[in-house]
Structures are given as structure tokens and as C-alpha cells.
């Protein structure tokens, strides 16, 4: 059977609108972290908004997406969009991933259980952080269809994102408890050695780890429990994992390893610079996602997306090369793909519709996403995520003359090259 396309949902909130009904949760994406601040602690919602230092990094992020404009072309045709990308092996239904968030239940009690439910209810494929409030295996679980969806319903991909931990035994746990729980792929953030200098943390002293949040992957590992002292209490294993968890000695030598240990497809996350993304594949990744962590880790870094197109060139049309950081609406993730991503990876306003309404929460901000994916690509003249080029995008200002400006056949001329005006040269 033929399903709608995602843009149906504008159809139907206007039809309930109709009756007297409105959606629950804001509509617009933008809004949904101020929403999120009235049912959080100040402490929860600094480490869900909060960005490195003085916030420079974050704030590229969105004034890059903002830099560029669309430029739409009409009578395309496209009564019928396609949203599904190849990407690894598979067929993506959509171009789109929940990101990584670690700790979760600091939003919600049912954390990743209720992401990776509504990542299901909407169709979404979803990546699981090491950092997870709840194991693994019981996410896996959450995202099969079963009991609370219809037993034929979509199963979608999930990925697993890896903090490589010191203890190599710990890693190579996680690794194969990824691939008995049917992960398809590994994620390996490669841009958080240390924790970023994060004020809104600082200021409240609050670190979920500590309170035992996002280490459940840790606690219920073999090859982290052998390193416990017998009878080791809560605070002992909270010791353990702040030991194990971080690697700041991690390097280029160590990705071999990782290479020989799996089959599962190696991309490599936080790569800015295209010297490393290459590097990256001749040590046998499969792909890389262009990501400076939402500006959650270095301030003043460059914006995620003044990357992608440098890094793209550098790997070639051929590698997969995802992306994050600063997306925040449908129009941002269609800017993402038509600069050279092949999916982009979707974290903080999942987890503000998390934090508003749980697994529901989560599945109307992703199809109010999808939504506006949809639309914008009707609206730029594209029926398919493979039509998306750079020809779509503009920079602010008077386009450049391409043909002729006057219908007499003739092209415009050329200024001279010394033409100025009372800014400076032109």
C-alpha cells in the first residue's frame, strides 16, 4: 500500500484544526527548547542547551545554516517526493538519524526507550550513545516492533555510537554486545578526550554521570564489572567508569584495531578537517559525520557546516559523509544535503520533544521534521533527496548575471576589474 507522503501532516492538523483541535506541541522546531526550559531544572536543561564556553561554537553552527538561501526552481514536477537515501548497504527511508544524546532520562524517565520508540513511530533510524541511561539490549528491544506497535510494523536501523573506553577489554565488549543486538553500524565519536569546558554545567555542578544517568552501558558489562572490587558499591563503580570512560591517549594507531575486531561499517564522527577525514579512510573507516558536537565540546570552533563541503571534496561523491550540528528545522537539513551530506544526524530538539511529552514527544517533533523535508523539497523543485545539489543554494545578495538581463540576446558586460565604490573595491 502506498503511504502518504510526510507532508500529509500539514493536511491533517489543519482538518483537526477544523474541529477545535491543535497539536500539543509546538509546530515549530525553533520553539521547542524555550518550551522544554518550563518543564525541566535549571540543571537538566543546561545540559541539554548548554554549549562550550561562551557559546561561539554553537552560534556559528546556526549562522552558517543562516548564511545560505534557497533557491527554488519551478514546474519540476513534484507531486511525488522520495526521501529514501542509500547509505551503508541499506536504504535509509528517510535522510535523517536521531543522534547520539547521552543520558537521557535527565529529560525523561523512560529516556532512550521512549527515543527509540518514537524514532519507530515515525520511521526514523536512530543511533544509541554509549552514554545511555538504559542498556543497549533493552533499547534493541524497544525499537522492534512488539507489543505496544503492530507486530508487522517497520523495523528501522539502528547504529550504535562508541566512546572508545581506556580499558580496550571494555571496548571490544560493547563492540560485540552491539553486534548480538542487531546494530548495524558503529559510530566512534572521535571529538570528546575530555569533556568540554561547559559553563551551564559548571555553574550547577552537575554532571548526570555522577548520579549514575548514561552509564548503564558500563554497569551492565562483563568486562567492566571484572574490573570492580568484590562488593563494590555504588560510588566504586561510579569511580570505575570515570577511569574507564575516558581516553585522551586515543589516536590514529589505535583504529586499526577497531577495524580487525568488526565487520559493522566504521564511521567516524567529529571530523572537521578534510586531512582527517582522509586519513580516517586510508586506516579503514567506511565514512565519516562532519561534526564539531554541537558546539558542545571546543569553543570557537568553525561551524559544522563551513566543513562539510571542504571534507566532502576531500573524500570524494562515493564515501558516506553525514553531518550534525546546528540543525534545527526541514530547510536546515535540506541546506545539509544539498552542500554534500548524504543524511544528517538530528539531536537537541528530539530530546526538548523528549523532555514535553516522552515517546509521542519525540515522534511529533521527528514528523513535523519530516514534514517540512517533504515540503521544501516540492517547494525547491526537487522530487528526491538525490536531486539536492548545491545548485539549490544561494548566498545573501543579487545573484550573479547569467544570462541576458535584457531579452536582446546580448549578455550583460563585465565591470571593469578596478570598479569601485565608496566601501572599497567591489
Not at 477545535?20 to 537538566?44: F, I, Y
Not at 526541514?330 to 541546506?335: A, I, R, T
Request: some cysteine; hydrophobic content about 45%.
Amino acid at each position: 500500500m502506498t503511504q502518504p507522503p510526510h507532508s500529509d501532516l500539514v493536511r491533517r492538523i489543519y482538518l483537526a484544526g477544523a474541529h477545535g483541535q491543535s497539536p500539543q506541541l509546538p509546530t515549530d522546531l525553533t520553539a521547542l527548547g524555550e518550551a522544554a526550559r518550563a518543564v525541566l531544572t535549571p540543571a537538566a536543561h543546561g545540559y541539554t542547551a548548554g554549549d562550550a564556553g561562551t557559546g561561539a561554537t554553537g552560534r556559528a553552527n546556526r549562522e552558517a545554516f543562516e548564511r545560505w538561501r534557497l533557491l527554488p526552481r519551478m514546474l519540476r514536477g513534484t507531486a511525488r517526493r522520495d526521501l529514501s537515501v542509500p547509505l551503508l548497504g541499506q536504504r535509509l527511508p528517510v535522510p535523517v538519524l536521531l543522534a547520539p544524546v547521552a543520558a537521557q532520562t535527565v529529560v525523561h524517565a523512560d529516556g532512550e526507550l521512549a527515543s527509540a520508540r518514537g524514532a519507530r513511530d515515525a520511521g526514523v533510524p536512530f543511533v544509541l550513545s554509549t552514554g545511555s541511561s538504559y542498556s543497549m539490549e533493552d533499547v534493541a528491544d524497544a525499537a522492534r516492533p512488539g507489543s505496544d506497535a503492530p507486530a508487522d510494523g517497520p523495523s528501522v536501523p539502528r547504529w550504535f555510537q562508541l566512546y572508545w573506553p581506556a580499558d580496550r577489554a571494555v571496548a571490544e565488549s560493547l563492540v560485540r554486545r552491539a553486534e548480538a543486538s542487531g546494530y548495524t553500524a558503529l559510530v566512534l565519536t572521535v571529538d570528546a578526550p575530555a569533556f568540554g569546558y561547559r559553563p551551564a554545567d559548571l555553574d550547577h555542578g552537575y554532571l548526570p554521570f555522577l548520579d549514575g544517568a548514561g552509564i548503564a552501558n558500563f554497569t551492565g558489562d562483563p568486562a567492566f564489572r571484572a574490573g570492580l572490587p568484590s562488593g563494590a558499591d555504588s560510588r566504586s563503580v561510579t569511580a570505575h567508569w570515570a577511569q574507564v570512560f575516558a581516553n585522551p591517549a586515543l589516536n590514529w594507531d589505535d583504529l586499526p584495531w577497531l577495524r580487525e575486531l568488526t565487520a559493522l561499517p566504521i564511521l567516524l564522527k567529529g571530523i572537521l578537517h578534510p586531512d582527517d577525514a582522509r586519513r580516517a579512510l586510508d586506516l579503514g573507516a567506511d565514512g565519516v559525520v562532519v561534526s564539531n558536537h554541537g558546539g558542545r565540546q571546543l569553543d570557537g570552533a568553525v561551524a559544522a557546516l563551513d566543513a562539510l563541503p571542504a571534507v566532502r571534496a576531500a573524500v570524494g561523491r562515493s564515501v558516506p559523509v553525514l553531518f550534525d550540528s546546528g540543525v534545527r528545522t526541514g530547510s536546515d537539513l535540506v541546506k545539509a544535503l544539498a552542500l554534500g551530506a548524504d543524511a544528517v544526524l538530528y539531536g537537541r530538539p528530539f530530546l526538548y520533544g523528549l523532555a514535553l511529552g516522552g515517546r509521542d514527544g519525540v515522534a511529533h517533533v521527528l514528523r513535523c521534521l519530516l514534514a517540512e523535508v517533504d515540503l521544501t523539497l516540492a517547494l525547491t523543485g526537487c522530487a528526491s533527496v538525490g536531486d539536492l545539489t548545491r545548485e539549490v543554494l544561494a548566498l545573501p545578495g543579487v545573484l550573479p548575471v547569467s544570462g541576458p538581463p535584457d531579452g536582446t540576446g546580448a549578455a550583460a558586460p563585465s565591470p571593469p576589474a578596478d570598479t569601485t565604490n565608496e566601501e572599497g573595491p567591489i
